[in-house]
């Protein structure tokens, strides 16, 4: 039978209508031992309320699932008290010759059972890991807290859609019309373009990423060699990983070597980066300079919703917010930017309707409406 006090800190819970994951309740009550139980639910439960009042019920789910996966740990396995008595050691000898004995005479039994038991001890290591792996999704970023992607609500004759994709003026829009931000970066990202190094040496290359300069003031990411800041102001210039640096030129130094991209762009690079970690929402693994070419950029997925700049959804828009600014104000200049430019625009069909809203980035992979979460990386539901 549950302990009454622990049924009553989940209905508390439960009657707010934030009702907390079932299994992370269950994963608990499985390895916590019995008479710790109550404590720490109820400290879990306490700090569940207070980060759903804090941060919404999103986000205070996902911490509920860390801070219970932090209890599951060998002081709270094993944490039971022992008397050590002077026939302690021959006793655990004696167990031990039992034990050894007992394996002999039923191998097969024995067999089944540690087997059973390895392979569930490894399940449970596997589960930990891997929730583990992918709440630390895009966290490593120094202004991850503030740094936010723009996305586009559009309506069209009733129909709702939820995209991660804005249009290319916005980025300019937003430096212009809104107070608070610090740094603006698009980026466009590119589907499986065509790299030449030689005549004898093409490539078929995904995870290729157009962005504007202030793309390295918003993201962490190491430069090994190269000017990068300059890399990317300079049109046609690439910044690049090791190993894309490698697989293109081997041994040889690739800084200020060139590539043909897509058949007809002559690309020098410029700087060379650190493979980007696995956990992040934007494994890019070349970086090229922004250029205003539309058949340069014309070469990844765009939302149409008419003929209208405002109404090709094309680039990513990625922002960083001041620390002493709500929010909130962002998003209500954001919708009369939308207002001003799609909504009140003649050109623009009455029966499609646009806004933007913003997203802070490391709640990005766990965001499955918006087309999978982004252009590479699958979001995955945690709900």
Request: glycine content about 6%; charged content about 25%.
């Given at each position: 039978m549950e302990d009454d006090t622990t049924i009553e800190n989940f209905r508390v819970v439960k009657t707010m209508g934030n009702e907390p994951p079932s299994w992370v309740l269950w994963f608990l009550r499985w390895f916590c031992p019995p008479y710790i139980l109550e404590e720490i639910e109820g400290d879990l439960f306490q700090k569940f309320e207070k980060d759903?009042?804090?941060?919404?019920?999103?986000?205070?789910?996902?911490?509920?699932?860390?801070?219970?996966?932090?209890?599951?740990?060998?002081?709270?396995?094993?944490?039971?008290?022992?008397?050590?008595?002077?026939?302690?050691?021959?006793?655990?000898?004696?167990?031990?010759?039992?034990?050894?004995?007992?394996l002999r005479r039923q191998k097969l039994n024995s067999l089944l059972h540690v087997t059973g038991l390895t392979l569930g001890m490894s399940v449970c290591i596997l589960i930990g890991l891997f929730v583990k792996h992918e709440l630390s999704f895009d966290v490593y970023h120094s202004k991850t807290d503030r740094i936010y992607r723009v996305n586009s609500v559009w309506t069209e004759t009733g129909k709702q859609f939820n995209l991660y994709a804005s249009p290319f003026p916005l980025a300019e829009a937003i430096r212009n019309d809104i107070s608070g931000i610090e740094t603006v970066a698009l980026a466009r990202p590119q589907f499986k373009a065509m790299i030449e190094i030689s005549p004898q040496k093409i490539f078929k290359q995904d995870h290729v990423l157009i962005v504007e300069p202030a793309f390295l003031d918003i993201f962490n990411?190491?430069?090994?060699?190269?000017?990068?800041?300059?890399?990317?102001?300079?049109?046609?210039?690439?910044?690049?990983?090791?190993?894309?640096?490698?697989?293109?030129?081997?041994?040889?130094?690739?800084?200020?070597?060139?590539?043909?991209?897509?058949d007809k762009f002559i690309i020098t690079i410029g700087g060379i980066m650190r493979d980007l970690p696995s956990n992040t929402s934007l494994p890019a693994s070349i970086l090229l300079s922004y250029v205003p070419n539309e058949e340069f950029l014309d070469h990844g997925d765009t939302w149409y919703f008419g003929d209208f700049a405002w109404n090709k959804l094309a680039v990513v828009t990625y922002i960083v917010i001041d620390e002493k600014t709500d929010p909130r104000h962002v998003e209500t200049q954001l919708k009369q930017i939308a207002d001003k430019n799609i909504n009140s625009a003649p050109t623009v069909d009455k029966a499609i309707q646009g806004s933007f809203e913003i997203q802070q980035l490391h709640d990005i992979h766990f965001d499955t409406k918006r087309f999978g979460g982004g252009p590479w990386v699958a979001a995955i539901d945690f709900s």
């Open positions: 759903i009042k804090s941060f919404g019920i999103g986000k205070a789910k996902k911490r509920l699932v860390w801070n219970t996966i932090r209890f599951f740990r060998p002081g709270i396995l094993f944490r039971n008290r022992f008397s050590v008595e002077l026939n302690f050691f021959p006793m655990i000898l004696n167990n031990l010759l039992f034990s050894v004995r007992h990411i190491e430069i090994v060699s190269g000017d990068a800041t300059k890399a990317l102001i300079i049109p046609y210039q690439a910044i690049v990983t090791e190993t894309i640096a490698k697989k293109y030129f081997g041994n040889e130094d690739a800084i200020g070597k060139t590539f043909k991209y897509r």
